[in-house]
């Protein structure tokens, strides 16, 4: 069984919105943080938000006024909207869960999704 899938993706044109989500199963959804990254192409993957424990979250400066993170603990979902997308949005962005909330919960042995596209057109 897959530990995390995500879902949401798609291609929107600047100004729109997309809604990621992010579904943990087994003992991935019991991890205590989780996040999204993303990766342009010809880029590095950068961490763009994580939400831990019952309600910490931490955003990259570069989305923090139009992305929000949050998560159901409940059906195990965790979920990146995405407001007002701009073409340096388009990437895969990736689901991540692990230990803590530093380096966007990516350090130790975190689990990672397959990724999904997001592509924004100008």
């Known amino acids: 069984q897959v530990g995390l899938v995500e879902s949401g993706g798609g291609s929107v044109q600047a100004g729109g919105s997309l809604r990621l989500s992010c579904v943990a199963s087994?003992?991935?959804?019991?991890?205590?943080?989780m996040g999204w990254f993303r990766q342009a192409p010809g880029k590095e993957r950068e961490g763009v938000a994580a939400?831990?424990?019952?309600?910490?979250?931490f955003y990259a400066e570069s989305v923090r006024d139009r992305f929000t993170i949050s998560r159901d603990k409940v059906n195990g979902t965790l979920y990146l909207q995405m407001y007002n997308l701009q073409p340096e949005d388009t990437a895969i962005y990736y689901c991540v869960a692990g230990v803590d909330l530093l380096e966007y919960c990516s350090r130790g042995s975190p689990e990672w999704g397959q990724g999904i596209q997001v592509t924004v057109s100008s």
């Open positions: 939400f831990y424990g019952e309600g910490s979250t």
């Open positions: 087994g003992y991935t959804s019991r991890r205590q943080c």
